[in-house]
């Protein structure tokens, strides 16, 4: 089974990526922490990164692609992904249909986390507030940015997805047990 899990940056998608690999034995793959993690390395792909995430703009979907590409070829992927943070434009969707079509996979579904914008304010302080520096994009100015690179290259893919028939919304302003119950219900 391969998901994409689609909302506003703090809609609540890695947190629930994190339940379904623990519940279902999914792989998560999350474009972000990927990215964070080749910046921890000090990698040629996290020194040309560092500075565009703490900016909230997006990494090309050229490097962007060629990474989860990379990704989706390991063994544990076989038995299914959930996509976290990826695809984030129309181009990368494109992608992201050719590497499973090429590797004789499809998506099973888009669940789209729906979120009020002024908790998500809230969500990305807190968040802030309890990683310390963990994350520099966690600060209210560079969620108004992220949140306009959202709707204007992101939201996009909703109609995309909806279109193709298999987009699926969920109430993301619920409890983080009640996003994980309407989930269940769509998975199955
Ligand atoms: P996230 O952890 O998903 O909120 O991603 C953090 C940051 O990483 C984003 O604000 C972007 O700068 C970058 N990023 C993550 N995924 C993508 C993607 N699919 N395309 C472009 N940039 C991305």
Redesign the pocket.
Known sequence: MNIVLFGA?GAG??TQAERLVAERGLVQL????M??ASIAEGTELGVR?KD??S???????EI?VGM?AARLDDDDCAKGVIL??????VA?ALALDDMLIGRGLGLDCVIEIKVDEAALFARIENRAAKSGSA?S?DNADTLRK?LA?YHERTAPLIPYYSEKGVLQSVDGMNAVSDVAAQIDVILG
Do not use: E, N, W
């Open positions: 940056p998608k890695g999350s474009s972000g922490a990215l964070r990164a565009i995430l900016r909230g703009d997006l990494v090309s979907d962007i989860v976290d943070g990826f695809p984030r434009t990368q994350r994009d992220r690179v």
